[in-house]
Nanobody, 118 residues
């Protein structure tokens, strides 16, 4: 599984960005997909995840109500819509795939940088 993120950039606090992650794999619709982030000097942290079939979602408390994860299985793509951005959202955002239900272990994108200015 190969993952390629896009959509990062510089935005002012209160603004919005949408990240995209294009995935390879013929059975993408069955993958659990996730977004994680890593700020400078901090550990990588979970942001959001979405199941394949049914599309149930889960969010970190820090982004609930502001971020929305979604997927388009026809395009093998998962999205992260980020609204009401805060400077503390500044990080490199990574897409991850869990094809086998064993957790986000082996399949990660290269990351896309998001910078939120105050």
């Amino acid at each position: 599984v190969q993952l390629v993120e896009s959509g990062g950039g510089l935005v002012q606090a209160g603004g919005s960005l949408r990240l995209s992650c294009a995935a390879s794999g013929r059975t993408f619709s069955t993958y659990v997909m996730g977004w994680f982030r890593q700020a400078l000097g901090k550990e990588r942290e979970f942001v959001a995840a979405i199941r394949g079939r049914g599309g149930s979602t889960h969010y970190a408390d820090s982004v609930k109500g502001r971020f929305t994860i979604s997927r388009d299985n026809a395009k093998n793509t998962v999205y992260l819509q980020m609204n009401s951005l805060k400077p503390e959202d500044t990080a490199v955002y990574y897409c991850a795939a869990d094809p086998y239900g064993s957790g986000f272990e082996d399949y990660w994108g290269q990351g896309t940088k998001v910078t939120v200015s105050s």
